[in-house]
């Protein structure tokens, strides 16, 4: 896990609030399971205020689902969900995409260019694999494609879509699925990258497209998305 010391984070509940989102995402607790904040003391070594403050971080960042009076449950996952968060993070990555490619200059350029290197550099059928160094990596990649000039406030929305649609990507990242049965890059992100690179509109935004929605046909295929964390290495999901 990468970026978890203590001297990484303003406060305890940041630190703890990203530990937490961790474990969830990496399937050390199930979606649509109910978080005891006793044990989640015991587990992460903290009191209850930061404990609070990051469990009401969470909910806020739809990881967790709060119930007033009730306590704390991962929040659950859908197809439904998965479909609808897809074609927001479509909507404002075309948006995004075009200004970029009519704006972008030469340190833009560079920036996509330090940013693919950076994420082709990691392998995910290695053995020394770091899922959350990749996340940090992948995200980085594609914000660089839309970091032009005045384009803050829309990759602020396509950040915040993004780490949505990272719970789901984890789903295929999981270290207990069998290297078959995770993701693959199958140089979607080079093609991307050159297509923007050569400044084609309409080429980038078909490849984005079907970037995402190769997420949503792989889960599909599941049996649910439950399971896919608890399938033993010889069954086969797609």
């Known amino acids: 896990m990468v970026g978890m010391t203590k001297n990484?984070?303003?406060t305890i509940s940041d630190r703890i609030m990203c530990q937490i989102r961790h474990d969830i995402l990496?399937?050390?607790?199930?979606?649509?399971?109910?978080?005891?904040?006793?044990?989640?003391?015991?587990?992460?070594?903290?009191g209850g205020t930061p404990l609070r403050e990051a469990m009401v971080q969470l909910s806020w960042q739809k990881y967790v689902t709060m119930k007033p009076q009730k306590g704390f449950w991962v929040a659950d996952v859908s197809l439904d969900e998965l479909r609808g968060i897809l074609k927001?993070?479509?909507?404002?990555?075309?948006?995004?995409?075009?200004?970029?490619?009519?704006?972008?200059?030469e340190a833009w350029e560079l920036?996509?260019?330090?940013?693919?290197?950076?994420?082709?550099?990691l392998d995910p059928e290695s053995a020394l694999f770091?899922?959350?160094?990749?996340?940090?990596?992948?995200?980085e990649f594609h914000l660089s494609l839309v970091a032009c000039e005045g384009s803050e406030f829309i990759r602020g929305m396509i950040s915040h879509v993004y780490d949505q649609q990272e719970r789901y990507?984890?789903?295929?990242?999981?270290?207990?699925?069998?290297?078959?049965k995770q993701y693959h890059d199958n140089g979607e992100h080079e093609a991307?990258?050159?297509?923007?690179?050569?400044?084609?509109?309409?080429?980038?935004?078909?490849?984005?497209?079907?970037?995402?929605?190769?997420?949503?046909?792989?889960?599909?295929?599941?049996p649910s998305l439950k399971a896919l964390l608890n399938l033993p290495d010889d069954e086969t999901i797609w």
């Open 8 to 10: 990484n984070f303003a």
């Open 26 to 46: 990496c399937g050390e607790f199930e979606a649509g399971q109910k978080l005891l904040l006793s044990e989640l003391k015991e587990r992460y070594q903290v």
């Open 169 to 180: 990507r984890h789903f295929l990242l999981n270290a207990r699925l069998s290297p078959e």
């Open 192 to 222: 991307l990258m050159k297509a923007v690179l050569a400044r084609n509109v309409e080429l980038a935004c078909q490849l984005l497209e079907e970037h995402s929605e190769r997420l949503y046909s792989l889960l599909e295929k599941a």
């Open 130 to 139: 770091d899922y959350d160094e990749w996340e940090l990596r992948h995200k």
């Open 88 to 105: 927001a993070r479509l909507a404002l990555g075309h948006v995004a995409l075009k200004d970029a490619i009519k704006k972008g200059d």
């Open 111 to 121: 920036q996509i260019l330090t940013a693919f290197h950076k994420l082709n550099r």
